[in-house]
């Protein structure tokens, strides 16, 4: 799902390939189209997260452009998290 943060950023988030279906490009599809989306709203920046233990999907990202913005300490489940916020230059 993507959602428009302000008039040059668009978030994706629940961008999620199932371990079956990897090596298949289906991530480089869902993200094409979610790139596409977001230029499709004028965005100038998309930009997704994850948790810093997902590697694997960290380097997807950087293997397609995104370079890693920031790092967040977060509680989900009263666990600590930590989320990294990756970003694409579309322009």
Known sequence: MNTKIDDAVVEVSGLIVLDSMMGHSVGRALLQSAISNALSERASHLVVQT????TQAIDFYRSHGFHIQN???????????ELVKLASNLG
């Open 51 to 54: 948790e810093r233990a997902n």
């Open 71 to 81: 790092v967040t300490i977060v509680i989900l489940s009263d666990k600590l998290v």
